[in-house]
Antibody, heavy 116, light 107 residues
């Protein structure tokens, strides 16, 4: 069974940093692109970033470029999102997702709240 | 960026009805189109990829069609469990973009 479990969310002040983690199991992690997708409270879905299996390609939505960094560790079957210079508009549930285009499996999400 | 526009934004239907949701891309995306279902407080669930291919385990009451700029998701014989919000998403180019969602409610 494919399982994706996010962690690392919480309350952070504007300008602060947070690192999200996603533990993957039930599939060969190193075979798949992985993505982060977020959803602000009461709003729709927004793709954030994705990373190729070997980490050689990474793509970001413009609003997070230069502030967020996606990475992965195939030995640990884990995906990460380092978020710096956080803004109020980054407040959202962040989902870890298997896939780079077609997003086949989603974690349950972790809530990030940016507020003073 | 490719804009994805869903219609309608909300829809009321009865159990047993057949409904169709439309998704239009601002430029051609071939068949790089996916559909998702999301229930309140839950993660989205993948229904369809490549415009018309059903994800494993998804019942055949869900079907997708289209290519280029115009796509549809059809749900036949609505059951209480089908009332949710549905999103389309293009993966033809970066950034990946979603439609604004269609909320399907019980009449």
């Amino acid at each position: 069974e494919v399982k994706l479990v996010e962690s690392g969310g919480g309350l952070v002040r504007p300008g602060g940093s947070l690192r999200l983690s996603c533990a993957a199991s039930g599939f060969t992690f190193s075979n798949y692109w992985m993505s982060w997708v977020r959803q602000a409270p009461g709003k729709g879905l927004e793709w954030v970033a994705n990373i190729k299996q070997d980490g050689s390609e990474k793509y970001y939505v413009d609003s997070v470029k230069g502030r967020f960094t996606i990475s992965s560790d195939n030995a640990k079957n884990s995906l990460y999102l380092q978020m710096n210079s956080l803004r109020a508009e980054d407040t959202a549930v962040y989902y870890c997702v298997r896939g780079g285009g077609s997003l086949g499996y989603w974690g349950q999400g972790t809530l990030v709240t940016v507020s003073s | 960026d490719i804009q994805m526009t869903q219609s309608p934004s909300s829809l009321s239907a009865s159990v047993g009805d057949r409904v169709t949701i439309t998704c239009r891309a601002s430029q051609g995306i071939s068949n790089y189109l996916a559909w998702f279902q999301q229930k309140p407080g839950k993660a989205p669930k993948s229904l369809i990829y490549a415009a018309s291919s059903l994800q494993s385990g998804v019942p055949s009451k869900f079907s997708g069609s289209g290519s280029g700029t115009d796509f549809t998701l059809t749900i036949s014989s609505l059951q209480p469990d089908d009332f949710a919000t549905y999103y389309c998403q293009q993966y033809n180019s970066y950034p990946r973009t979603f439609g604004q969602g269609t909320r399907l409610e019980i009449k």
